[in-house]
């Protein structure tokens, strides 16, 4: 798998691009079906359910969640 930012390969499951540091929101335990529905419906309960579920601060949930919302 390769950084969606920078491209370069992503050799450690880590929550952040161990190259230039964005966060890797295409990893499927860090996604599921209520985090994607809510994505659809109410952001800020996506960014928070993505928090809790994946130990991270809000600012890496909500860049995450604005990166996934792009891709959809």
Partial sequence: ?????CKNPILNPAPNCEW?????CNSNENIDNDIIILIKKKLLKAVKLYKDRNSCSL???????YK?????
């Fill in 1 to 5: 798998m390769n950084c969606p930012t």
């Fill in 68 to 72: 996934l919302k792009s891709n959809l």
């Fill in 59 to 65: 600012f890496d949930a909500k860049q995450a969640i």
């Fill in 20 to 24: 230039c540091g964005s966060v890797i």
